[in-house]
């Protein structure tokens, strides 16, 4: 029985030749890039329809109701226009307004990412405000909460190195309780995938 006070929102770029981790395709190229990104989309789609909760993929430019996304296990959107904090307080506001009591957002490019982790995030906001996963590269690659918050999301340089820290600064300065999870890496550049894939996608 999928648990309708907990909603998982995954943010993900319809996969487009020349678009796709544009950061790896620097080292390997925009078709091996592509290649990479479809893979972590269906390791996304793997680890995230194991979790206890609704779930919502948030699409950058279209809704795909063929792809790695099942239609059977996620609905799908489209994430408005505007910056990412525009974007990603959007959809929460969405999700709160459908009556969710219990909001988690994640990206499409962690490998290390599990399904045992995001519902560790969820049995966090059982007893926290928030819950928040740091990058190595200083971002966050998953943030979840149990009431709307608008500040988190201004004024933020996005895909910076303080990212995460800034957050949490001003999480403490509102007084709202919160969980942090293990450091992860983003996939953004070749060192960051394992020695198993690079060897998969021959790099």
Known sequence: M???KKSLMVFAKNPVLGTAK???AASVGDQKA???YKFLLEYTAQITSKVNCERRVFYSTHTDLDDEFSNDLFSKTVQIQGDLGQK???AFEQMFKEG???VIIIGSDCYELSTEIISQAFEALDQHNFVIGPANDG???LLGMRQLESVIFNHKKWSQERLYHDTLIDLEALGY????LPMLSDVDYLEDLPEDVRMKFEI
């Open 34 to 36: 592509l290649e990479i």
């Open 22 to 24: 544009t950061r790896l």
């Open 2 to 4: 999928i648990n309708k």
């Open 177 to 180: 309780s919160y969980a942090e």
């Open 139 to 141: 971002g966050y690659y």
């Open 100 to 102: 969710y009591q219990q």
């Open 88 to 90: 990603m307080y959007a």
